[in-house]
């Protein structure tokens, strides 16, 4: 897995991958879709408490949000399991 390249724009952190791969090894330490898509909500309001943002972008694309209104993003359908 390539590191992604980070930055941060006053609350909002912005992940950058080369590959969705990559991106999902992110939630690697979780087994399964309900457990991922639990962790993911966990790191959605855990962000939210504290005022902030992620943003997870694969080749400049943006893939997923957290930390705004709700999780949004492709890339929650994948943890899910209920990609189309």
Known sequence: MA???AEA???RIILHFETLEDAL???SPWRGAAPRA???QQIHHALSSAGLQLEVRIQGRPVA???SSR?????FSLLS???A
């Open 3 to 5: 590191p992604p390249k």
């Open 9 to 11: 724009e006053n609350t």
């Open 25 to 27: 090894r992110l939630f």
């Open 38 to 40: 639990q962790a993911a």
């Open 65 to 67: 949000e957290l930390g």
């Open 71 to 75: 999780p949004r993003g492709p890339l």
């Open 81 to 83: 399991g209920n990609a």
